[in-house]
């Protein structure tokens, strides 16, 4: 009796450890995630810092440097920390701002915001007014590509260059894997399991930096409790802009960098880009996905040191 009441103990205790350990674990992996993104950045000379635009308080990496400003914008679902290792080559010599856009990490997302292209734009107009900055280097990658390129159209004269990272906006040649799901009614990023999630990581990049399992694990929770927030905010991104229509007008220095391995927008997007902006220099690199500049961050800010001493 003694021995059985001791075995019903022991498996009440592993219970709870096990209902204690999944609770917690996303938690840890969060934390851990946090953790390591801010010693990163202030390590990369980014501090943070909290700007008021419209209402929303955006929160934002921003660099001591002293000269032109280079506005760094994130795709849809991610976040700032995305651009951390590549920013860190250009903290010391320029005005680094990177923003976790409206919707997005640490700004947060409230279901009134708009969060079409037109108005994430704007308020990046007004963010950099906010931080008396009159003109800026943009560069986007994918919805951050979009917003950079609809930023250059609308506001010219604040734009010094684009740089656009296998950016959304024009279509491609051919569908992309994440095309061909969107018309069967499947969207990659509307995660509704752990098991979804391993599935879509491996579309945003060919080569990731490595992540703990639970940190990973954490990131994939994350998405799953922000599925309805993400449902609202791709939609609202992807109703039309006058960019395709006005992209030609657009005669600043722009540079065009694509990962050939892009499964979210093919790289057969490129001519099509390449057409309405002949002026721009393009680099298609060959092994890499949907977010070269997370996974090679040295390489692509080499290519982009390069453009902006071009001119």
Not at 79 to 108: C, M, N
Not at 111 to 118: A, H, L, S
Not at 195 to 223: I, K, N
């Amino acid at each position: 009796m003694a021995l059985k009441k001791k075995t019903l103990v022991a498996a009440a205790l592993a219970t709870l450890a096990l209902g204690w350990s999944y609770t917690t674990y996303p938690r840890i992996g969060q934390l851990t995630y946090e953790l390591g993104a801010g010693i990163e950045s202030r390590l990369y000379g980014l501090h943070k810092e909290v700007v008021t635009v419209e209402g929303i308080p955006i929160t934002l990496y921003r660099s001591s440097g002293t000269g032109p400003a280079i506005l760094m914008l994130h795709g849809f679902s991610a976040d700032k920390d995305v651009w951390a290792r590549f920013a860190r080559h250009f903290s010391g010599q320029y005005q680094v701002i990177i923003p976790d856009l409206p919707g997005h990490g640490e700004t947060g997302f409230k279901p009134d915001w708009r969060y079409t292209i037109e108005a994430q734009t704007r308020r990046m107009v007004a963010l950099l007014d906010q931080l008396q900055i009159k003109q800026a280097h943009v560069i986007g990658n994918s919805m951050g590509g979009f917003i950079a390129a609809q930023f250059a159209v609308s506001y010219p004269q604040r734009t010094l260059s684009a740089g656009l990272v296998d950016p959304a906006g024009l279509p491609s040649l051919h569908p992309s894997e994440m095309r061909t799901m969107l018309s069967k009614g499947q969207n990659p990023f509307l995660i509704g399991s752990r098991a979804d999630f391993y599935r879509f990581y491996p579309m945003t990049m060919a080569s990731p930096p490595w992540m703990p399992g639970f940190v990973l694990d954490a990131v994939g929770e994350r998405y799953i409790a922000q599925r309805a927030q993400l449902a609202q905010i791709f939609s609202e991104s992807h109703k039309e802009t006058d960019l395709p229509v006005r992209i030609h007008e657009v005669k600043l220095p722009v540079m065009l960098m694509w990962g050939t391995e892009d499964r979210l927008i093919d790289v057969s997007s490129v001519p099509v880009w390449q057409a309405a902006l002949p002026q721009s220099k393009v680099h298609v690199l060959d092994g890499i996905g949907h977010m070269p500049m997370v996974e090679r961050p040295a390489m692509t800010a080499e290519l982009y040191q390069q453009f902006l001493a071009s001119f």
